[in-house]
């Protein structure tokens, strides 16, 4: 049986996996404007890569475009990110600025990126941030596939340690490191009765991890309009078609028992 996590007006962990677009320009102007193309696609989440943006390490500017992108999404819901450059993102910032980022933000996202590993201490960072958000707890290695139990053991570490859903993406090096990588994911919702997990291996030889995600227990994938945020993202569009045809496979076969 699957758990469900609410984000907004919108239920992840159950049925089509959700489609999270992020947004990674520099400028307000630019931001808004994507921010407008991701309400009128097919994406149910919207994800503000804020290290991109321009005004970044002022956190009142930050709060400003925050909100403004909530006024434009409407009912979409909105996932905080500030990855840092250890975990491959496009900004560094110190622990205590990274955590009173994300504690501000929390008060306006719906769900807030935290990075787990940041800090041993991670625990008073989400016991926090969860009173008002939902917390997408992270890990990432743009370098290699940890080996199976490593990943799992790693989004269950995570679980307990505050996220409401745990996130892990890695990179492949062979078609091999995709299939453990899509089985730790499998595992881990196993492990964790049900509660969502997202996972994916990046890069081209990593897509069928985001089309499949259904099949390997990932709630929420990620897509992309014109600019990916990361490699191997698919045009949302696109995204939504594959996630459909593979669920409806799926409904065939548990009501007709047959495909």
């Known amino acids: ?24 320009e520099e400028t307000q102007s630019g931001i808004f404007k994507m921010a407008q193309a991701v309400y009128e696609s097919d994406a149910d989440i919207a994800e503000w890569r804020a290290d991109f943006y321009n005004d970044c390490y002022n956190t009142e500017k930050v709060m400003e475009t925050l909100s403004n992108i909530k006024e434009i999404l409407k009912d979409k819901p909105v996932l905080f990110t500030f990855r840092t450059a250890a975990e491959g993102g496009n900004k560094d910032i110190s622990y205590k600025d990274y955590a009173a980022l994300l504690v501000r933000a929390s008060a306006e996202a719906d769900l807030v990126d935290t990075e787990m590993y940041r800090s041993e201490n991670i625990t008073g960072l989400t016991s926090i941030i969860k009173k008002s958000s939902v917390i997408v707890g992270s890990y990432h290695d743009f370098r290699s596939t940890p080996a199976t139990e490593e990943m799992t053991d790693r989004l269950v570490y995570m679980y ?7 996130k892990i993406a890695v990179m492949p090096a062979s078609e091999m490191d995709v299939i453990r990588l899509m089985e730790a994911s499998l595992k881990a919702k196993e492990l964790l009765k049900g509660n969502p997990v997202i996972t994916m291996s ?22 992309c309009i014109g600019r990916p945020s990361a490699p191997g993202q698919i045009e949302v569009n696109k995204l939504k078609k594959m996630l459909d045809i593979l669920h409806y496979k799926t409904e065939r076969e548990t009501t007709d028992g047959q495909a």
Do not use: H, Q, W
């Open 1 to 24: 049986m699957n758990n469900t996590v609410k984000a907004g007006n919108i239920y992840i962990g159950d049925g089509i996996p959700k489609i999270c677009v992020p947004i990674v």
């Open 160 to 166: 307990n340690a505050g996220a409401d859903i745990p």
């Open 202 to 223: 990046m890069s081209g030889m990593g897509l069928v991890s985001r089309i499949a995600a259904e099949n390997t227990g990932s709630a929420v994938t990620f897509g």
